[in-house]
Nanobody, 128 residues
Framework: QVQLVESGGGLVQAGGSLRLSCAAS????????MGWFRQTPGKEREFVAG????????YATDSVKGRFTISRDNAKSNVYLQMTTLKAEDTAVYYC?????????????????????WGQGTRVTVSS
C-alpha cells in the first residue's frame, strides 16, 4: 500500500509562485512513475506533469511548460511541483499520483486511470 500526502497549496496572486510537495510512504518509491494532476469543479482530472523513476525524464502539459517544473527526491520519497508565473486558470485542486509499473508512454501518463495511488489533494487558488 502506498500513501501519498500533498502539501504546499494556498492562495497566491497571479504572477506568483508556489511549490507543492508530495510525500510518499513505502520503500518502493524509486520504482514509481509519479504524476501531478489537477481538477476543477465539473471538469475531468487533468494531467499537469510527470516524472520518470530516476528523475531524468520529465513531462508537462503544454499549458504549464516553461512555468511549472516537476522534480523528485528519491532519498526522501518526495515529488515536487514548482509553479511560477501562476495564472487564474491554474486554480484547482492538485493531486499527486503514483504508477507502480514505473514506466509510462507519453499518451498513457496523461490518463488518471493508469495511476494506482492518489493523494488527497491540495488546493491552489490564484487571484487575478
Amino acid at each position: 500500500q502506498v500513501q501519498l500526502v500533498e502539501s504546499g497549496g494556498g492562495l497566491v496572486q497571479a504572477g506568483g509562485s508556489l511549490r507543492l510537495s508530495c510525500a510518499a510512504s513505502g520503500r518502493a518509491f524509486t520504482g514509481y512513475f509519479m504524476g501531478w494532476f489537477r481538477q476543477t469543479p465539473g471538469k475531468e482530472r487533468e494531467f499537469v506533469a510527470g516524472i520518470a523513476r530516476s528523475g531524468d525524464l520529465t513531462y508537462a502539459t503544454d499549458s504549464v511548460k516553461g512555468r511549472f517544473t516537476i522534480s523528485r527526491d528519491n532519498a526522501k520519497s518526495n515529488v515536487y511541483l514548482q509553479m511560477t508565473t501562476l495564472k487564474a486558470e491554474d486554480t484547482a485542486v492538485y493531486y499527486c499520483a503514483a504508477n507502480t509499473r514505473g514506466f509510462m508512454a507519453s499518451g498513457t501518463m496523461r490518463r488518471p486511470d493508469e495511476y494506482q495511488y492518489w493523494g488527497q489533494g491540495t488546493r491552489v487558488t490564484v487571484s487575478s
